[in-house]
Each structure stands twice: as structure tokens, then as C-alpha cells.
């Protein structure tokens, strides 16, 4: 595994990658919080098939909350996808093994999917998917049994540019952001605004995307990181893959989705 972060960069001034343990990182979370470990045992889960009221339409979506959750993940599927998505689905029965709620959810309705599928204009509209992200992120933070959770968001292809949109228009409310092979590029100028710790997750394979982010990496404006995938494809096909992919993130959530009084205390 490697990781390009804030170390030295190359002759074309992008981050130099630089080896990364990822064992040690999930034991130095440990250490941070014993409490939070990333794939202790698992909780009994409750999950849920929800309709979401959000944005003036209905929204259809799976909310599956771990007994003793301190932390919600949103996920902003990406292009042509939904709450259906096998690796979306994987991510997110990870993290619930890490303690952490998930919500997947459809950021169209299935008419506008049945338009966007014809048009193809929705799933690049990133402005209009971070709009209808804040709605269901308001909607969490109304009902009893999420609103005092810590709130992290996942996104993958131009759904990771809708969170970091989001993530910029929230920042007292969003904690932490991944993306996945996402398109951060397509957030523009709110990069500099996203102050939530944000990690860029792409496969080394995936060239045209790998540049992309190495771009955006260099605007955003609170604490980042990028992590390569060693020989993944813009998919994460590949054996072993997402299984990488999860460990990540669920290593950056538990680090970043801790309650308040703890961050407090140190």
C-alpha cells in the first residue's frame, strides 16, 4: 500500500509517494481510541428500508445503525448507480463492523433515474446531487435515532465531488470525508472551502483519474490525504481490492467520527 500525502513532491510538483504501513495506522487508531478500533467485534445491527423526505421528493434508502454508534456515513454513490451498488454495499458492511451507521441511499428518484439514464445530465450535475446530499444530511440530523451522531460521508465517482461540495457548505457539521476513484476535480472552486479531513482513495492503475486527484489533493483546504491501491483499476475489480479500500476508510472514519467531548479532551 501506498500513500501520497503532504511529504515531498516530484519534477511536476505532485506528491511523491511514500510507503505506508497500513497495519500500523489502524493500530495507531487503536491507540487513539480503544473504543473505536476499525473491525473490532461486531455490534448487532438495526437495519432499516427507509423512505426519505428530502429536497421535495421521497428518496428510497437502507439505514443500518450498530448498537453503540457514535459516527453516521453517508453515502453519494456515483455516476449511474444507487443505494444497490455491490461495492458501496461492501464499504458499508465494513464500517458497521467498525461500529459506524450507514446510510445508502438513492440521490435520484426513479423517474429522474429513468431521465438520467436517457440524458445522462444528472449524474454530472454535482451541484444538484450536493443539494439533494444536504437534504438528506438535514434529515439525519432530525430523527432521534441519528441526530447525535458524528457525520462522515463516502463518495464515489462525481457522487465524491458532491460530497466535497457539501462537505464545504457544512463544516460544522460534516467530520470527515473518502472518496473513492471519485471526481474531485468536479467540486472546483469549494475545494479550498472543505475543511473535514478528506481522504482521496484511487487505484494505481487508474491513471486519468489518479491526476485528476492529485489536483484536487493540492486545493483542499483542511487535512488530506491520497492513498494508491496497488494495481487497481478505476473499479476496484481486482482481488483484494476493496477489501483495501474498506480498511481505509474505516481506519480514516473511526480516526475522525469520534464524539465531541472526546476530541475536547485530547
Known amino acids: 500500500m501506498r500513500r501520497l500525502g503532504f511529504g515531498a513532491k516530484d519534477a511536476e510538483g505532485r506528491p511523491k509517494p511514500q510507503m505506508f504501513n497500513l497495519t500500523m495506522a489502524i493500530r495507531s487508531i487503536r491507540h487513539h481510541d480503544a473504543r473505536m478500533p476499525f473491525r473490532h467485534r461486531a455490534a448487532p445491527v438495526n437495519e432499516l428500508s427507509i423512505d426519505i423526505e428530502a429536497d421535495r421528493v421521497v428518496l428510497q434508502g437502507n439505514l443500518a445503525i450498530p448498537i453503540g454508534s ?138 486519468d483519474v489518479l491526476a485528476l486527484n492529485q489536483e484536487a489533493f493540492e486545493l483542499l483546504g483542511g487535512p488530506r490525504d491520497l492513498a494508491l491501491v496497488p494495481h487497481a483499476t478505476h473499479l476496484f475489480e481486482e482481488p483484494g481490492a476493496m477489501e483495501q479500500v474498506a480498511r481505509l476508510a474505516g481506519a480514516w472514519f473511526t480516526s475522525h467520527l469520534v464524539p465531541r467531548e472526546l476530541r475536547a479532551t485530547g
Open 70 to 207: 457514535t459516527g453516521i456515513v453517508l453515502f453519494a454513490h456515483g455516476s449511474g448507480s444507487s443505494r444497490h451498488s455491490p461495492r458501496n454495499q461492501f464499504v458499508a458492511s465494513e464500517l458497521q463492523r467498525a461500529g459506524l451507521a450507514t446510510l445508502l441511499f438513492d440521490l435520484l428518484t426513479e423517474e429522474e433515474g429513468v431521465e438520467d439514464e436517457e440524458t445522462g445530465q444528472l449524474r454530472f450535475d454535482v451541484l444538484f446531487l450536493a443539494k439533494r446530499l444536504l437534504a438528506v444530511t438535514s434529515w439525519v440530523q432530525e430523527q432521534p435515532e441519528t441526530m447525535g451522531l458524528q457525520l462522515g460521508y463516502f463518495g464515489a465517482s462525481t457522487g465524491a465531488a458532491a460530497a466535497l461540495i457539501a462537505a464545504a457548505k457544512r463544516p460544522s457539521v460534516v467530520g470527515a470525508v473518502v472518496s473513492r476513484g471519485g471526481r474531485p476535480d468536479l467540486a472546483g472552486s469549494y475545494l479550498e472551502k472543505v475543511v473535514a479531513p478528506t481522504l482521496l482513495i484511487v487505484g494505481s492503475a487508474d491513471q
